[in-house]
């Protein structure tokens, strides 16, 4: 009798959570969903380098998790090209000594999903994100501490971009 109460309790909680909107996370972009998409190279229109093939990955990273069919250029549906239009430096914090205590580092990005077969672009955005890190007098860690905050910038930066895409339809 015990056993047969929670196997009812079970198969209604279940119906109750199956009908109440929830769903997982990181489900497809509504944009995306469906389609087949790669994701070329960004031109880097700033001084930094290989900053665009870190961008790419941290983008290709948070589409895979994402459950996005990523393939080759010719047999892609869709094509993810953008371009890293500008990064700056910053001074943010300063100490008593008006010596820089924090830099920011700011990277603006445009980009556009095209559709291969007829060249539409069916979706366009830019964007802009900063990030800040700790100055040090080490020139090896400052270079370092640079380094981590382009890293992050980037990964959060795709985030961005992918949340984007998903408020976009």
């Known amino acids: 009798m015990k056993s047969l109460r929670t196997a009812f309790f079970l198969v209604i909680l279940l119906l109750v959570l199956s009908g109440c ?3 997982r996370t990181g489900r497809s972009s509504p944009l995306l969903q469906g389609r087949s998409l790669h994701l070329a190279m960004f031109a880097n229109r700033t001084y930094q380098p290989n900053i665009d093939a870190e961008f790419r990955r941290a983008l290709l990273n948070e ?12 047999a892609a549906e869709l094509i993810i090209a953008g371009e890293l239009e500008s990064a700056s430096i910053a001074p943010t914090a300063y100490s008593a000594a008006d010596k820089a205590m924090m830099y920011s580092f700011t990277l603006t ?5 095209t559709d291969r077969q007829s060249g ?3 979706w366009k955005s830019a964007e802009t994100a900063k990030q800040e890190y700790p100055a040090t007098a080490d020139l090896g860690l400052q270079r370092n ?11 959060r930066m795709a985030k961005i971009i992918v949340q984007k895409m998903d408020q976009a339809f």
């Not at 990005?109 to 999903?113: D, M, W």
């Open 63 to 74: 589409l895979a998790l994402r459950g996005e069919n990523i393939k080759p250029e010719t």
């Open 109 to 113: 990005a445009t980009l556009q999903i």
């Open 145 to 155: 501490s640079r380094e981590a905050a382009i890293t992050a910038l980037c990964v």
């Open 120 to 122: 539409r672009i069916i």
């Open 21 to 23: 909107g929830y769903s």
